[in-house]
């Protein structure tokens, strides 16, 4: 399975950006999809994934409201919307893979990555 993020950029406080996530390599329906990013100095966290709850989506509470996950089975490529984005927001972004429908947002459960795709959010 291939991921290939993109869509980062330099975006004002409270500004929106939209990711994708080209995935190839595979069955889409059977895959997790996960977004993930690392800020500097800090642990990676996973922010949001589709058909990863039993098949729902998830949302970590720091993006709840604000980041909308969804997917498009035709082009095989999950899009993170990211509206009212926050300094706090800037990180290295990347999406991932499961084979588990129940992966969460759990990194470990993910076995395969994209490279990832900056996003900078700066007044």
């Known amino acids: 399975v291939q991921l290939q993020a993109s869509g980062g950029g330099l975006v004002k406080i409270g500004g929106s950006l939209t990711l994708s996530c080209q995935v190839s390599g595979s069955t889409f329906d059977e895959h997790a999809i996960g977004w993930f990013r690392q800020a500097p100095g800090k642990e990676r966290e996973g922010i949001a994934c589709i058909n990863c709850n039993d098949g729902k989506p998830d949302y970590d509470n720091s993006v709840k409201g604000r980041f909308t996950i969804s997917r498009d089975t035709v082009k095989k490529t999950v899009y993170l919307q990211m509206d009212n984005l926050k300094s706090e927001d800037t990180a290295i972004y990347y999406c991932?893979?499961?084979?588990?429908?129940?992966?969460?947002?759990?990194?470990?459960?993910?076995?395969?990555w994209g490279q990832g795709t900056q996003v900078t959010v700066s007044s």
């Open positions: 991932a893979a499961s084979w588990s429908n129940s992966a969460w947002l759990v990194g470990s459960l993910y076995e395969f």
